[in-house]
T-cell receptor, first 116, second 114 residues
Framework: GESVGLHLPTLSVQEGDNSIINCAYSNSASDYFIWYKQESGKGPQFIIDIRSNMDKRQGQRVTVLLNKTVKHLSLQIAATQPGDSAVYFCAEGRILGNTGFQKLVFGTGTRLLVSP | SQTIHQWPATLVQPVGSPLSLECTVEGTSNPNLYWYRQAAGRGLQLLFY??????ISSEVPQNLSASRPQDRQFILSSKKLLLSDSGFYLC?????????????FGSGTRLTVV
């Protein structure tokens, strides 16, 4: 699997706590934002996305908040479980013209460690 | 159903040897396809993307190349590998489900150049 990410910021929480993972983005023209979860040795998995015209979106146990004023994105995980332990990436995306071409730019990631 | 396949899962290659990683998607047509590289403990760096057969765009100058010989096939290659080519390589395709946009990633190839 993936080696330990010495360069990744780490968030350590207790099982059952709520977790908040933050991300700052750079492009004010981004059309949408996505959170991905990556477990060791696997490809990233889609968690939730939010359009730039929204400020909040909720999924199952997860909520994404978007603050365009300060270019900040957060992922809130309710009742964090040991299975939530992974690296979480935010990504900003743009829809380019009429081609429909999409490009995502990823943040560096945050490692979430959930202890029982 | 829509799926993406990537192989091999792991690869150990000597410096100077060639490389070929393959990615195929099923259940869709004319997908936008991407190759990313992830160094250990790092984020994802976009290497190449393709909007159609024979159409390749490179994001960063490097020792690698990409090709799209068929609509649902995307190949990452190198003629001579460098130590710095080691990493976790991910293929992805863009898909839309309802009002959600996103990439679906393959399972990745861990390449170690020795």
């Amino acid at each position: 699997g993936e080696s330990v990410g010495l360069h990744l910021p780490t968030l350590s929480v207790q099982e059952g706590d709520n977790s908040i993972i933050n991300c700052a983005y750079s492009n004010s023209a981004s059309d949408y934002f996505i959170w991905y979860k990556q477990e060791s040795g696997k490809g990233p998995q889609f968690i939730i996305d939010i359009r730039s015209n929204m400020d909040k979106r909720q999924g199952q146990r997860v909520t994404v908040l978007l603050n365009k004023t300060v270019k900040h994105l957060s992922l809130q995980i309710a009742a964090t479980q040991p299975g939530d332990s992974a690296v979480y990436f935010c990504a900003e995306g743009r829809i380019l013209g009429n081609t429909g071409f999409q490009k995502l730019v990823f943040g560096t990631g945050t490692r979430l460690l959930v202890s029982p | 159903s829509q799926t993406i396949h990537q192989w091999p899962a792991t690869l150990v290659q000597p410096v100077g040897s060639p490389l070929s990683l393959e990615c195929t998607v099923e259940g869709t047509s004319n997908p936008n396809l991407y190759w990313y590289r992830q160094a250990a403990g790092r984020g994802l760096q976009l290497l190449f993307y393709s909007v159609g057969i024979g159409q390749i765009s490179s994001e960063v100058p490097q020792n690698l190349s990409a090709s799209r010989p068929q609509d649902r096939q995307f190949i990452l290659s190198s003629k001579k590998l460098l130590l710095s080519d080691s990493g976790f390589y991910l293929c992805a395709w863009f898909n839309r489900q309802g009002i959600s946009y996103g990439y679906t990633f393959g399972s990745g190839t861990r390449l170690t150049v020795v």
